[in-house]
């Protein structure tokens, strides 16, 4: 299992409604989005090989911050599916 499959499991469990879909084959194939159907945000992981680290954004900020393992990935994508005020 790929550490990014780790992370959407781990993010379902705590978010059961999660949204979580791979970017079409022909465009970058190491991209993941994340979302809830209660808010507007969005969050984007990228791996080229679907390993740690990611680089993890949000649509509420473009600023790119890196994850290093699959606790701190689940953790950042929670704390920003959770921020919009």
């Known amino acids: 299992m790929r550490d990014v499959d ?7 469990r705590r978010h059961p409604d999660l949204r979580a879909e791979q970017r079409p084959a022909t465009q970058n194939e190491g991209v993941w ?6 808010t507007a945000i969005a969050v984007q992981l990228e791996s080229s ?3 740690c680290p990611f680089l993890i954004e949000s649509s509420l900020n473009r600023e790119r911050v ?3 393992t ?16």
């Open 6 to 12: 780790q992370v959407i499991a781990a993010l379902r």
């Open 33 to 38: 989005l994340v979302s809830l159907p209660t």
């Open 49 to 51: 090989t679907g390993n």
């Open 66 to 68: 890196s994850a290093a």
């Open 70 to 85: 699959i606790g701190e990935a689940i953790n950042m994508v929670s704390t920003m599916l959770g921020s919009e005020s």
